[in-house]
């Protein structure tokens, strides 16, 4: 089961009841945080254990009921567009196929998650506005990005790597 772990500004969006942390499989468990670009609603999703990090923008309120779909839909979008086997993107899908919600539950993920979103901030910026700039390069550069708590490594192939065990 997919658990989308919410930061507080998420979770008055979502207006959801909160489901307890279980033990789960590293493939589901996700941080999801609530930032704005452009006057404009966006929901940054990253992977607890790989920083794999994916950004969907532009969302209106109705959005924000079909948060789960959306979620499956713009992750299946991204992996395809980093290469990932269809395998892999199979593997996601049936584990992430039913989802919950709950509260933050890692300091480490939402430092990752700070640093990713000032770097789409300042992308989106330098492109003058996210109706100019290309969300899933944007994204695919920082998968490749090295990351600290990876030692170093990129996120894509620890993604990569994950699926395939």
Excluded at 9 to 20: C, Q
Excluded at 58 to 73: A, H, I, N, S, V
Excluded at 92 to 102: D, E, G, P, Q, R
Excluded at 135 to 151: A, E, F, S, T, V
Aim: aromatic share 8%.
């Amino acid at each position: 089961m997919l658990t989308l772990q919410c930061t507080q500004k998420l979770l008055k969006e979502l207006k959801t009841d909160l489901s307890p942390v279980k033990d789960a499989d590293p493939i589901t468990l996700w941080h999801a945080n609530l930032i704005t670009l452009d006057r404009r609603k966006c929901v940054l999703f990253t992977n607890d254990k790989t920083r794999y990090t994916f950004l969907v923008p532009g969302l209106k309120k109705p959005d924000f009921q079909m948060m789960g779909e959306m979620f499956l839909d713009n992750l299946f979008r991204c992996m395809r567009n980093d290469g990932l086997e269809q395998e892999g993107v199979e593997k996601v899908l049936s584990a992430c196929s039913n989802y919950c919600f709950t509260k933050t539950s890692s300091k480490s993920v939402l430092g990752t998650m700070n640093d990713i979103a000032d770097i789409i901030k300042r992308t989106v910026y330098d492109n003058g506005g996210l109706a100019n700039t290309d969300i899933y390069g944007m994204m695919n550069k920082l998968n490749r990005m090295p990351m600290k708590p990876l030692d170093y490594r990129f996120s894509v192939d620890a993604f990569r790597r994950m699926l395939s065990r």
